[in-house]
């Protein structure tokens, strides 16, 4: 027997992922790491790993991994529930609790009926080398693993702490299909006219083009002050959650792969603690924004 997961089945996409790698946007790295940072975390601490370790990140289900050895699993994110097969029947099991898997057993993530990503992570977490001290796929440079296939083999680290059994599932709530976020403005909010009014009183589709890079938002356009019209910006520094208007208007939020500069105004950043909500959104969802002149967290 061998610790590992084998793919067997993948639906849209399922990367594995971490916290990311910060502090590499010098050489033109983005942070990368898991949409959902809270989801993943519950993941990690279900099955008993530090924060750190590595699991999978899988877009709207599908996926379907078989068990070199017993193992712990997790999966949280939207509501739902995983899967187990053995002899070819699948069994339902809550999501949000630590489950026991068998050697020979098949995890299955199905698609959830909310929201878009769920995360699963695994007792001893996904051993796949690091780059740049990260584990995370990064879909914009290519970084760290490639997204996985079928026949993809994942190999598992050895179990560091006992996992969270007995405790039952964590309640959960369904992801949501419109939210409000606090903005905090700048630092090119005057090349829109208003930004603060129109941000605050606009109200914005998901648009179906998003990922891992950006959320593009379809509403009412953002357009640019009378004093600025004409004007370029030299390509500037890009974090996460930064929104940023392209000619037409349509403002972009910024995720964990964004490009690390870029030569189109930014009025405002997403504050850190409510990004995790972008991961969920599916196309069609309602984004308000609440801007705020203070400046976000460190």
Known sequence: MTRELVVEEVGP??????????????????????????????????????PGAAGLEVLLGGLALRAGEALTVALTGPPGGLRLRRD????????????HVAAGDVVVVPAPASGLRGYLAVG??????EVL????????????????????????????AVPALGTGAVPVSAAPDAVRVRLHLGPRADW???AAGRLRAGTWTVAPTGDRVGVRLEGPALERAA????????????????????PD?????????????????????VDPAEM??????????????SPVVTPPPD
């Open 13 to 50: 996409q399922a990367l594995v992922v971490d916290r990311g790698r910060p502090g590499w946007a010098h050489i033109g790295v983005p942070p990368a790491g898991a949409l959902d940072g809270p989801a993943h975390a519950l993941a990690q601490r279900l099955v008993g790993n530090p």
């Open 227 to 246: 004093a600025r019209r004409g004007e370029e910006l030299r390509s500037e520094g890009l974090v996460g959650g930064a929104v940023q208007v392209p």
């Open 124 to 129: 001893g977490g996904v051993a796949v080398d």
């Open 249 to 269: 208007g349509q403002p972009v939020v910024f995720l964990a792969d964004h490009p690390t500069t870029g030569g189109y105004p930014v009025v405002g950043v």
């Open 192 to 194: 829109v006219d208003d």
């Open 88 to 99: 070819g029947r699948d069994r339902p099991v809550a999501s949000h609790q630590p489950v």
């Open 133 to 160: 001290g990260s584990r995370s796929a990064d879909t914009l440079s290519g970084l760290g693993p490639a997204p996985l296939e079928i026949g993809t083999r994942l190999p598992v680290g050895p179990p560091t």
């Open 276 to 289: 995790a909500v972008f991961a969920q959104l599916r196309p069609g969802s309602s984004v308000r924004f």
